[in-house]
Every structure is written in C-alpha cells, then in structure tokens.
C-alpha cells in the first residue's frame, strides 16, 4: 500500500450472520499470491495468521475459526469466520 499513498485504503468490516461473527479486511494493494509457500517477508504475515487460525482452532473446538484469503491486484479480502460466536 506504500506505493499508493493517499490513494491507498483499507476496510475493515464486522458483522454478524446468524451465530457467526465475521471479519472482512479489504484493501487495494499490489495482491499477493495466497498459495505461494515462500520465505520472503510478504508472506510473513499470512503465515502468522494461518498459525493463530491454527492455534483458535485447537483451544475453541467447539467454535471453528475460518480464514479465506482472496487476491487480486488492487483487490485483496481477508475474511475471518468465528463461527458460533454471537
């Protein structure tokens, strides 16, 4: 998003569908390659998130936690499903 300066945004989201508490995160960055298992620091950050999905899983079985990654360049959504939540 340093690249886009003031033009650059971010929104972040919250809502509940039925039992579920969701959280979108939607930017219009460069995208990324979700699938790409590499060491660089781009990808970083997603696998931190893969290891905290991970480890809510393993404590809260009973109330999985989703994580769907969709990008695109200009277009990337992070949407976290906590399911039965609410």
Partial sequence: MT??????RILVK?????KNLIININDNGKGFN???KNNSKSSFGLKLSQERVALL???YKEHPTLLQI?????????SLTLTNWI
């Fill in 70 to 78: 969709d990008s695109t360049p200009g277009n990337t959504t992070i």
């Fill in 14 to 18: 919250i809502a509940q569908h039925h």
């Fill in 57 to 59: 899983n393993q404590l």
């Fill in 34 to 36: 979700a699938m790409q």
């Fill in 3 to 8: 690249s886009l300066k003031e033009k650059g």
